[in-house]
């Protein structure tokens, strides 16, 4: 008697693996989770649960042990444990081979030249000398442990570089010098891809950040040029294709100009479900979350296509405020003022610059979905006013 | 410091237990289940679980201590035992005094004719010749315990009634006798309340059984007359203001012709998320499940407006089969064939009537839909073939 379904181990507790349990319900497919503490966001709502360290090998086997395949809720697991548990005949997804080029943006950096993708000017950098010689201003990023704005600097001076390097020797980690692309915008183009290489591709959105953080998301991106959106997505599914990545990679981009036509480089590449994703869970017919699970399963993928012409994807993102109001004490206005409204809380507490939530709203007009969706988003976080009321 | 949402708990562990998982993940609010048995349907998803019996007062007080809400997966929980819990604090939604309602189609009855609802001739039957005198053929009913067929004989003759006059003996309950409606058609109207009295309506749906069972839903009613879509909807909001129901309230219809107009004549009700509503979870803005957590926690309403001019629901029934298959073989076939199907899985083994799951199918077209949605409930069962292939 064969079990019911194979079970997906996931490792990370954070909002991703939370909002992975939802399709994984609907498709009948048990997880398991690896969550870093007790209570954490996913750990609230997947009951088959260890509680340990991800860089701690015989924790990731303990909790792989029965299950068919494994996944990420983050980047974080080393390469060499991940090389360990597709030895011992789990199927790691994505692999490590394909994972590290989300992990090490200097390896990013490196497969994108050797695929002719196109990427602002760069290189590996270690004291300041090479960085001026680089040419200034530029930014800085360490090409291992950084995520939303940490470990990124913007130089614009020999001296402006020396937190940088010090944070790259303190690691012990290489750090990637970038010109300061002149941007437009910043768009988003993911694809989810299965091992036996089906792929889909979702509309490209446009991504806006606050200090680093991806803070809202339109989909798809408004008055984007078709063919540059078909160069991103055809750009994504190759890059997702020739790295042999499972699941979710996002391939965040920058639009900017040049001599008069606008061109798309590659930022970053994230290979589990992304923040720029969340909007398909009510925008489009099957959300990032279920299609990652899906492709990991190595199942048919659902389509990728909008249920409606625009959905607009805020983050709540804790403010600086003398009383932090409960988020859900923000239900009886937000929801009341906008019966259309969909609410994604994590389970977290409000803290300033911390992701707790996102709302999404969506319809057949772009201004009304923006201004919905901001006003819920603003209205969570108490910087409407105080939300208890 | 206030927790950070009121917990639910949650009486039941079925697939409506279930189901009401995912829009709690998004919500951010917590659910305690009570479950029969350990690993039940919502038991594989829910973490927050106790095992125990609903019928037993200690168990539930376990259950519901630190709930701020108590509501349902089923309706089966002793009316004694919900006063009980109401007394000691918990908000039960719905309450006692409506839930009766559902529980005892006798009361649900004697409630209908004090509301003059239209429905069918009715008597409380205790013996063949009170059988006799109300008239066959007819349709005998358990007024308490009976479900999805079962409880429900069509009578044609005074020695038909022997079972269920001996069944009404057996278990102690009252025994309804109901005309035989000769129906064109079977329809539900779905409403949703909450304890302040905001209430929203579903579309009404059209509804098909299969021996008893609900097998089919196509949202909304084909055809149906606006006047009488407006009537349903009305005669659902007051029955759901009249008994003062909190949460899903499924009022299920007979359409019939009266001297050469149609009416609706109420057949059943039911206080919880119904399988009638499942349509919802794919086809409206805001599914029956969200609505009901909203509701009982007498937050604003979502909208039941649907998304789509179409959404058929088929129910994935266990047939009668030598090969039982697996339900997840199901998948490479039927994902592929439809990159649109919306499947749902309750976690349970495929057993011959017995309810597993159900697609959703949606959009334009509803020979399409239809299509395509009996085609996935067929091939998850087996019925056209051998789906672990």
């Known amino acids: ?41 996913a750990a609230q709502v997947i009951p088959d649960q260890v509680v340990g360290d991800y860089r701690d090998l015989p924790t990731l086997r ?87 704005g940490r470990g990124v600097w913007v130089v614009r001076t020999a001296a402006d570089a020396t937190d940088a390097l010090a944070a790259a020797r303190r690691t012990g980690v290489r750090l990637l010098a970038e010109e300061l692309v002149p941007f437009t915008r910043e768009l988003s183009a993911l694809v989810v891809r299965s091992p036996s290489g089906q792929a889909a591709a979702y509309p490209v959105v446009q ?11 339109v989909a798809p991106a408004p008055d984007l040029d078709p063919v540059l959106a078909g ?5 994504a599914l190759r890059v997702a294709g020739e790295l042999g990545v499972t699941g979710v990679l996002a391939v965040e981009l920058f639009e900017t100009v040049v001599e008069g036509s606008p061109v798309i480089l590659v930022n970053e590449l994230a290979m589990r479900p992304h923040n720029t994703g969340h909007w398909s869970q009510d925008g489009a017919v099957t959300s990032q979350f279920e299609n990652h699970l899906r492709a990991v399963l190595d199942l048919p993928l659902g389509s990728p296509a909008p249920r409606t012409p625009w959905t607009v994807m805020v983050n709540i993102l804790g403010a600086e405020l003398a009383d932090v109001p409960r988020l859900y004490d923000g239900y009886p206005h937000a929801l009341a003022r906008d019966p259309r409204l969909r609410v994604h809380l994590y389970g977290k507490d409000l803290r300033p610059g911390r992701k707790v939530g996102h709302v999404n709203a969506y319809g057949d007009d772009l201004d009304d979905c923006l201004e919905r969706a901001r006003h819920a988003a603003q209205w969570f976080t108490g910087e409407l006013g105080d939300s208890s009321e």
Do not use: N
């Open 1 to 41: 008697m064969p079990e019911p379904a194979p079970r997906i181990a996931v490792i990370g507790g954070g909002q991703l693996a939370r909002m992975m349990a939802q399709p994984a319900i609907a498709l009948g497919v048990p997880l398991r989770l690896l969550a870093e503490a007790e209570g954490v966001s």
């Open 62 to 148: 303990e909790v792989t042990d029965g299950c068919a395949v494994v996944t990420f809720d983050h980047e974080h697991v080393p390469t060499e444990h991940l090389h360990a548990l597709a030895e011992a005949g789990v199927a790691v997804r994505p692999g490590p081979e394909a994972l590290v080029h989300a992990q090490d943006k200097g390896v990013m950096r490196e497969a994108m030249a050797r695929l002719g993708a196109p990427q602002p000017r760069w290189a590996l950098v270690s004291s300041a000398e090479e960085v001026e010689a680089f040419g200034l201003p530029c930014v800085l990023k360490v090409t291992r442990g950084g995520y939303d």
């Open 207 to 217: 991504t806006t950040q606050r200090d680093g953080i991806c803070h809202e998301v």
């Open 231 to 235: 160069q991103a997505q055809a750009l």
